[in-house]
Every structure is written in C-alpha cells, then in structure tokens.
C-alpha cells in the first residue's frame, strides 16, 4: 500500500517557508561555531529538526534527500514518502555519493526515533565524508507516525 501527497512535486512559494529556511540557514551557521561539549546530545554538524521541519525543507530545498538510516526489515514496515533506505551499517562514503554527489546537496538522517538513534552515527559518517547541509529529524519515523502524516508501507 501506498500512502502519498505530503510532498507535491511543486515548490511551495509562501514567505512562511522562506522564513523556515533563514532560521535553519542561521541554525546550521550558528552549530558550526558552537563548541562540540554542546552538540554532544545531537550528530555533530547537523541541525536538529521535528517533522514540520522536515516538510518545509522538502518543500523549499531543491535536491533534498532523505535517508533512512533504519534496517531494511523496518523500512519495509512504513517509512517517509520519498526517502532512501541507507541502514547505518551500509552507509559510507561510497554509499552516500551514489545518493548526493555534491557535498552541498542537503541530507536528511531519521531512524525510528526511540533513543537508539542510529540516525546519529550515519549523520557523523556523512559528516566525516565531507558533506555540509546535514539535517536529524530527532524524533524518526515515530515522531512521524505520531502526528498522522502519510507514510510508505511495502
């Protein structure tokens, strides 16, 4: 079954979404010149957002990929509407260039979001393999569910 519509394929235009993007943008300025004691609870070099987060970004940024970090036997279950599965244990560089060649292009990390976040470590793998725009959605695939928003079951 397919659950779709979440994320149109046109780009949402509204000065609410801009405004999302300049407080992310300054978010991901700001983290870079915080000191690592204080990003401790959060992957390193990587902005911290919730499921609204995650559907302005779709929205607003050309490009944008979601990754699953999650095992394949969870993706299969239900996962985000466009995402890629990218289980942490497969995720390197290699793995991460065939998704997003440029170390620019904005990726996003979740993992079911229970406190075991493998999510983390595929955000400080991507981060050691050069890339930039890094985004967790802190509260995974659960956070999602929770708020009813339509997801993907194989």
């Not at 993007?21 to 902005?47: G, N, R």
């Not at 239900?78 to 998704?99: A, F, H, Q, R, V």
């Not at 979001?113 to 393999?129: E, F, K, L, M, P």
């Amino acid at each position: 079954m397919m659950i779709t519509g979440l994320f149109p394929t046109q780009r949402a235009g509204s000065l609410a979404v801009f405004a999302t993007l300049a407080v992310l943008q300054s978010a991901l300025f700001a983290a870079e010149k915080t000191s690592s004691q204080e990003l401790a609870a959060t992957p390193a070099m990587a902005i911290t957002i919730d499921s609204e987060n995650l559907i302005e970004l779709y929205r607003s940024v050309p490009g944008l990929r979601i990754i699953d970090s999650r095992l394949r036997e969870d993706h299969v279950l239900g996962y985000i509407e466009k995402s890629y599965s990218l289980p942490t244990g497969e995720t390197n560089c290699e793995s991460l260039s065939s998704l997003a060649s440029d170390k620019d292009q904005a990726l996003v990390f979740y993992c079911n979001g229970n406190g075991i976040d493998v999510s983390t470590r595929a955000v400080q793998i991507a981060s050691s393999c050069g890339y930039r725009r890094l985004f967790w959605l802190s509260g995974g695939f659960i956070e999602w569910q929770d708020k009813d928003y339509p997801f993907v079951i194989e």
